[in-house]
């Protein structure tokens, strides 16, 4: 599978606790968020997006948190699953209206303990 | 409906070869983005198209290059491969133009250079 990141910071948890992700971003600007799951051997999957006019918006069993002020995303899993062991990535468009490009975090790997 | 189709999956290449990558996006889908992910490096933005137009490239060499069909179809071109450019190559799809739009992604073409 894909070795996103050779020191990837870590999160294990147990099966069935609440996953905290946390994420900083860089550019004051950006306006629009994406939170996305890499499984071993595939391509990131979107999970969850918010855009700065908001703080929050959840979706199933998943809920992102922006705070501007700290230029901080987090994403909570709800009732942890083993089959959501993943990397996460945070990504941010950090040029608005110039189009569709990402600027990704380095990621988070997720173990779920069963 | 099917998602992003990137081919081939896996591609083996000696130094100071070319390859070309070939994006199917997700159908009614017309932006194509670009993107390499490397251990060290993380995943990195390459170039995005609409409408056959490059809308935005990322700080790679002019050794990578793309193009996008009429049928929305892309494809990228890596010229005298260096060893460096060894990594996986994500494809990403949006509905439109517009600066917040989710992207979705295919699996991937893992590039390996000898």
């Given at each position: 599978?894909?070795?996103?990141?050779?020191?990837?910071?870590?999160l294990s948890v147990q099966e069935g606790d609440n996953s905290i992700i946390?994420?900083?971003?860089?550019?004051?600007?950006?306006?629009?968020?994406?939170?996305?799951?890499?499984?071993?051997?595939?391509?990131?999957?979107?999970?969850?997006?918010?855009?700065?006019?908001?703080?929050?918006?959840?979706?199933?069993?998943?809920?992102?948190?922006?705070?501007?002020?700290?230029?901080?995303?987090?994403?909570?899993?709800?009732?942890?699953?083993?089959?959501?062991?993943?990397?996460?990535?945070?990504?941010?468009?950090?040029?608005?209206?110039?189009?569709?490009?990402?600027?990704?975090?380095?990621?988070?790997?997720?173990?779920?303990?069963? | 409906?099917?998602?992003?189709?990137?081919?081939p999956r896996y591609l083996i290449k000696t130094r100071g070869q070319q390859?070309?990558?070939?994006?199917?996006?997700?159908?009614?889908?017309?932006?194509?983005?670009?993107?390499?992910?490397?251990?060290?490096?993380?995943?990195?933005?390459?170039?995005?198209?609409?409408?056959?137009?490059?809308?935005?490239?990322?700080?790679?060499?002019?050794?990578?290059?793309?193009?996008?069909?009429?049928?929305?179809?892309?494809?990228?071109?890596?010229?005298?491969?260096?060893?460096?450019?060894?990594?996986?190559?994500?494809?990403?799809?949006?509905?439109?133009?517009?600066?917040?739009?989710?992207?979705?992604?295919?699996?991937?073409?893992?590039?390996?250079?000898?």
């Amino acid at each position: 599978g894909e070795s996103v990141g050779l020191h990837l910071p870590t999160l294990s948890v147990q099966e069935g606790d609440n996953s905290i992700i946390n994420c900083a971003y860089s550019n004051s600007a950006s306006d629009y968020f994406i939170w996305y799951k890499q499984e071993s051997g595939k391509g990131p999957q979107f999970i969850i997006d918010i855009r700065s006019n908001m703080d929050k918006r959840q979706g199933q069993r998943v809920t992102v948190l922006l705070n501007k002020t700290v230029k901080h995303l987090s994403l909570q899993i709800a009732a942890t699953q083993p089959g959501d062991s993943a990397v996460y990535f945070c990504a941010e468009n950090p040029y608005n209206n110039a189009g569709n490009m990402l600027t990704f975090g380095g990621g988070t790997r997720l173990m779920v303990k069963p | 409906k099917a998602g992003v189709t990137q081919t081939p999956r896996y591609l083996i290449k000696t130094r100071g070869q070319q390859v070309t990558l070939s994006c199917s996006p997700i159908s009614g889908h017309r932006s194509v983005s670009w993107y390499q992910q490397t251990p060290g490096q993380g995943l990195q933005f390459l170039f995005e198209y609409f409408s056959e137009t490059q809308r935005n490239k990322g700080n790679f060499p002019g050794r990578f290059s793309g193009r996008q069909f009429s049928n929305s179809r892309s494809e990228m071109n890596v010229s005298t491969l260096e060893l460096g450019d060894s990594a996986l190559y994500l494809c990403a799809s949006s509905l439109s133009a517009g600066p917040n739009q989710p992207q979705h992604f295919g699996d991937g073409t893992r590039l390996s250079i000898l």
